[in-house]
């Protein structure tokens, strides 16, 4: 049984195919890498009556580890390893050199120095394996006394950064084009106050004009505002799989009634096809109905003058697993998306057109919104469109 306790406390380590009962102390200190923290061992002391001198109380503390982990001996020989190692470095075998895991040199001479100092190194990583990826590498010395050749000497705890860093990029890229899509509207409303403070106050034409364009730039901001507090709320609730059952067919019907003046006003016209009567699936009411706006709502907005948006529901079977599915399919025919646009579609703040997707009032989030929403329900998005011709927009989800 292995027990973690606080830094500086001990770790118990019992083991059944020990001769005698035997207790391993380690010495624990807290390691920051990245967004977390873990607790590390620092070194430990193995009693020489253990059977394989303490090799099989090593295998089963590096076997428990969540990252991966490895053990050399006091050559560079990997004398065992966890199973995680063999996903990030397939090469790596036991009795392989450690330059199998890798050969960057910081790593090679905190091993050196490990050896001859029984400190604690801490090394980045940046190895191909096989793409690029960062690590983090604790090499400490393992203190065996009296240790026969191969026996364990050096342990090796490695941490993946890379979605880390991934991750904080994009929070990151996300702060700078949230801040910019408000800039620009905030600029707009700054200019359009000076000059009714200036030029307009005594013209009441031109102080209509700019209150009106006053109107549109709050409207913008507000919308953006709004699709950002959506974002925010669907990425909270990410990890749970809804629970309530919905009636698809009339939750589209109603989402469909409720975006015909807006459709009315761009001379486009809505059609709604369902054919298979009532459909249930289990999900979040708001945020399906969310998805058939967000669709419907962009095929209007990027459809031709006096042309059509379709929304159809219709059943299939998941031909790998046999499970019952509906597709919800927005179709209109507008303008189109150029194939090498449509893998990008669904980040934030991707324009296929910033000027158009502007004039039209968008804000770049309405199909990274649709994403997560569906993602969180365990379904999927299909995006097949055609320049010139128009799109077609598919959430499919599991139903019942």
Not at 13 to 33: E, F, G, H
Not at 116 to 138: C, G, K, W, Y
Not at 185 to 208: C, Y
Not at 289 to 297: E, K, R
Request: hydrophobic share 40%.
């Amino acid at each position: 049984m292995l027990r973690s306790l606080k830094s500086r406390r001990v770790l118990t380590c019992r083991v059944s195919r020990l001769r005698n009962p035997i207790r391993n102390i380690w010495k624990r200190n807290a390691m920051q890498t990245g967004l977390e923290s873990s607790a590390v061992a620092d070194s430990a002391i193995v009693d020489p009556s253990v059977e394989d001198n303490g090799e099989t109380q090593w295998n089963v503390i590096v076997d428990a580890m969540s990252d991966p982990a490895v053990v050399l001996d006091d050559t560079g020989i990997v004398v065992h390893h966890n199973p995680q190692v063999v996903d990030l470095y397939p090469r790596v075998r036991i009795g392989s050199p450690v330059t199998m895991l890798s050969r960057e040199p910081d790593l090679l001479s905190a091993i050196d120095s490990v050896r001859e100092t029984n400190e604690r190194f801490t090394v980045q990583l940046h190895d191909r394996v096989p793409v690029t990826r960062r690590m983090s590498a604790i090499v400490t010395r393992i203190n065996v006394e009296d240790p026969p050749p191969g026996a364990p000497a050096i342990l090796i705890m490695l941490r993946d950064l890379t979605d880390q860093e991934q991750y904080a990029q994009m929070r990151t890229d996300f702060i700078a084009h949230a801040s910019h899509e408000l800039r620009t509207p905030l600029a707009s409303l700054k200019l359009i106050a000076e000059t009714l403070q200036g030029p307009a106050r005594e013209d009441p034409e031109k102080r209509e004009r700019f209150l009106s364009m006053m109107l549109v730039q709050a409207t913008r901001m507000s919308q953006l505002i709004d699709d950002l507090l959506s974002l925010s709320r669907v990425e909270m609730k990410a990890h749970l799989l809804p629970t309530d059952i919905l009636e698809v067919s009339e939750l589209a019907e109603t989402v469909m009634q409720s975006l015909e003046p807006l459709a009315e006003a761009q001379n486009i016209a809505l059609k709604f096809e369902n054919i298979e009567g009532p459909v249930n699936v289990r999900g979040d009411r708001e945020e399906i109905a969310q998805v058939i706006q967000n669709l419907v709502h962009n095929a209007i907005r990027y459809g031709k003058n006096n042309g059509n948006a379709k929304l159809s529901i219709t059943r299939q079977q998941d031909p790998s697993t046999g499970q019952k599915q509906v597709r919800i399919a927005v179709i209109d025919d507008g303008i189109g998306i150029a194939a090498e646009h449509i893998p990008r579609l669904t980040e934030r703040f991707y324009r296929v057109s910033a000027v158009d997707s502007r004039a039209t009032g968008g804000t770049g989030l309405g199909l990274a919104i649709v994403k997560h929403i569906i993602t969180r329900h365990r379904g999927e998005i299909e995006v097949t469109s055609e320049v010139g011709k128009g799109s077609m927009f598919t959430a499919i989800l599991d139903s019942m």
